[in-house]
């Protein structure tokens, strides 16, 4: 019994602690040092959750793409890339393939379609748009993503563990203040009661003492009175024969 509650513990201490980097890790990533084009990114690597199925198969909808900080002089035809874009009317971050390649007096152009569209982006994009290039992409995980970056995912997959994580961990500090506690008191009665054995034994020392002392005084005065009684039998002898001596005369 003892064994299975340490493997829980045990168990429960592992979970705990992955959630805790899990929830290290999504706060790195989404409180980290933003870019101006707010992105942001680890060691050069930014997550996303693909929104649209318009790169499938490559990617679809759900999955969450890794993007890495590229050198844009160095992009070619086929390159999947994340850029600034504006899609319905709005500012926002595309991923699609590079399909052709401008350069007006130094300066390059990129036209960009999706795998999954009949037609390219009609905005044409810079260096400057560039936010990274597209490295690998890890299926459905975009939603974990998403979840996580709602005010309920984030309550019920970071705070709650952790929250569960702290009681749990109060409480096996108060456990283990309580078994120390008694420890403490279970030991201050064993040294009593072994105090107690100690003055005991002591006690029997001293009447075993006092039991030859006396016993030996009584022999002593049996000797004297065994003395004594010699003494007068060896004055009465000689009493008589001096009694004898003079009626002979």
């Known amino acids: 019994m003892q064994s299975v509650k340490k493997v829980a513990s045990i168990a429960l201490s592992v979970v705990m602690w992955i959630i805790i980097l899990v929830a290290a890790l999504y706060a790195f990533t989404t409180l980290a040092t933003r870019e101006d084009g707010g992105v942001s990114?680890?060691?050069?690597?930014?997550?996303?959750?693909?929104?649209?199925?318009?790169?499938a198969p490559t990617?679809?909808?759900?999955?969450?793409?890794v993007?890495?900080?590229?050198?844009?002089?160095?992009?070619?035809?086929?390159?999947?890339?994340?850029f600034h874009t504006i899609i319905d009317n709005e500012y926002a971050?595309?991923?699609?393939?590079?399909?052709?390649?401008?350069?007006v007096n130094g300066m390059r152009s990129f036209t960009t379609k999706g795998d999954n569209n009949d037609v390219a982006d009609t905005?044409?994009?810079?260096?400057?748009?560039?936010?990274?290039?597209?490295?690998?992409?890890?299926?459905q995980m975009g939603k974990v993503m998403d979840f996580l970056s709602s005010s309920m995912g984030f309550l019920i997959v970071i705070v709650l563990p952790m929250l569960l994580f702290?009681?749990?961990?109060?409480?096996?500090?108060?456990?283990?203040?309580?078994?120390?506690?008694?420890a403490m008191a279970e030991e201050d009665r064993l040294a009593a009661?072994?105090?107690i054995?100690?003055?005991?034994?002591?006690?029997?020392?001293?009447?075993?003492?006092?039991?030859?002392?006396?016993?030996?005084?009584?022999?002593?005065?049996?000797?004297?009175?065994?003395?004594?009684?010699?003494?007068?039998?060896?004055?009465?002898?000689?009493?008589?024969?001096?009694?004898?001596g003079t009626d002979g005369e």
């Open 41 to 55: 990114d680890i060691a050069g690597f930014t997550p996303l959750a693909v929104q649209s199925d318009s790169m």
């Open 59 to 65: 990617f679809n909808k759900g999955d969450l793409i």
């Open 67 to 82: 993007i890495q900080k590229c050198d844009t002089s160095k992009l070619e035809v086929g390159d999947i890339v994340t």
């Open 93 to 103: 971050l595309n991923t699609h393939r590079i399909a052709a390649i401008d350069e």
């Open 123 to 139: 905005h044409i994009i810079s260096d400057g748009d560039i936010v990274g290039k597209y490295v690998f992409a890890l299926p």
């Open 166 to 182: 702290f009681i749990y961990q109060v409480y096996h500090l108060i456990v283990v203040g309580m078994n120390l506690k008694r």
């Open 193 to 195: 009661a072994a105090a």
């Open 197 to 244: 054995v100690d003055a005991e034994g002591k006690g029997d020392t001293a009447a075993v003492t006092a039991d030859n002392a006396a016993e030996q005084l009584a022999q002593a005065e049996a000797k004297l009175e065994e003395a004594r009684r010699l003494k007068a039998e060896a004055e009465a002898a000689m009493s008589a024969t001096k009694q004898e």
